[in-house]
């Protein structure tokens, strides 16, 4: 861990500058000492102009390139020596996928399906330790309504605002709804990220399965919670003009049913788990239970301080020494001592 390493290898190309300049300087300093020769002997330069102190003038621009030289060694950020550092990985990443399609209102979870999946939710939020959280609103067709995000007050007012107007196409398409939140969770190396869905299962895609084996290979597991009866099922309410009716389909009001098949397939093509939304023990519902017993551990052992090997940046010493020789080079005067010019007058 003692090699020494560069931090930025493309500010060496600043190198090329300090070449240039120095050559340049070599070169103006030979054309100069030829063009004086050619006025005068040696001897009598030293008569005419006394003041001027030729290596005078070279100790400058040697102390000025080297400066320049200084400057770059510090923009290429060297790193030499080891020391450990204690860190704090991060961290969970956890993307809702909410079921807003019709479906989602029918009454047969205590409330709707709809309301009893975001009261979830919200028993969620208040037991995250850390981490961040999105939400996408899926029905025919997927939106991501909030990005990850670590404000959770945030997060609860979009998902108080999320409804069936959320979402213009009707249907459900649980497949895009694993797409769109894929691409939110993003390439975050070091990171554990999960998607979990709640909807009543009721998927009019052919998708689903595919994006989250997708979902798999990409690390990213997904579960699925159940929301609804799979037995009875329920009617499924809508508004007639401030009337209380049901949805009809060829003269028959609809039955509604959780679909608990569609949502295991789902889940174990993702590398999660199924659950049917529900109480489970401790008092805790579905939702918290996979939070608590899947997912909080991966993050509490990431939360862990871990002692990791670093190497000192050493982009200090260049940078002192750069200032150094600049304050010598003006310092340094191009005229020779007043001793010495009296001497040879």
């Not at 030289?69 to 990443?93: C, H, K, N, T, W």
């Not at 595919?210 to 009617?235: K, N, T």
Request: aromatic share 6%; proline share 4%.
């Amino acid at each position: 861990m003692n090699e020494f390493q560069i931090d930025n290898v493309k500010q060496l190309y600043w190198l090329l500058l300090v070449v240039g300049c120095a050559a340049a300087v070599v070169y103006g300093f030979a054309m100069k000492g030829a063009a004086l020769r050619a006025f005068a002997p040696s001897g009598l330069l030293t008569i005419l102009a006394p003041d001027v102190s030729r290596p005078r003038q070279i100790v400058k621009s040697v102390l000025a390139i080297a400066a320049m030289a200084s400057i770059v060694m510090a923009l290429i950020g060297p790193r030499y020596g080891a020391y450990f550092e204690d860190v704090q990985r991060r961290q969970l990443d956890i993307m809702i996928c909410l079921d807003v399609s019709r479906s989602m209102l029918a009454e047969d979870a205590g409330m709707s399906r709809l309301a009893r999946a975001k009261d979830d939710i919200k028993r969620l939020i208040d037991n995250l330790q850390g981490g961040m959280i999105g939400l996408v609103a899926f029905a025919g067709r997927a939106d991501l309504v909030c990005p990850l995000t670590d404000d959770f007050d945030f997060y609860r007012l979009v998902l108080d605002d999320v409804n069936m107007a959320s979402v213009q196409l009707g249907g459900t398409n649980i497949g895009e709804a694993v797409a769109v939140a894929r691409r939110a969770l993003g390439e975050k190396r070091g990171h554990h990220r999960a998607i979990v869905i709640m909807s009543d299962g009721e998927d009019h895609g052919e998708a689903a399965v595919d994006q989250a084996r997708l979902a798999r290979e990409e690390h990213i597991a997904v579960y699925a919670i159940g929301v609804g009866d799979q037995e009875r099922g329920a009617l499924v309410p809508i508004d007639q003009e401030g009337r209380r009716s049901y949805l009809m389909y060829e003269g028959e009001q609809v039955w509604s049913k959780m679909n608990p098949q569609t949502l295991k397939n789902i889940a174990l093509a993702g590398g999660g788990e199924y659950h049917p939304s529900g109480q489970v023990a401790a008092g805790q519902r579905t939702l918290e239970w996979i939070y608590t017993a899947k997912l909080a551990p991966l993050q509490e052992a990431d939360l862990k301080k871990k002692r990791i090997p670093s190497q000192l940046p050493r982009f200090a010493w260049p940078a002192w020494l750069a200032l150094l020789l600049l304050v010598i080079e003006t310092l340094v005067s191009e005229r020779r001592p007043a001793r010495l010019r009296s001497a040879q007058a």
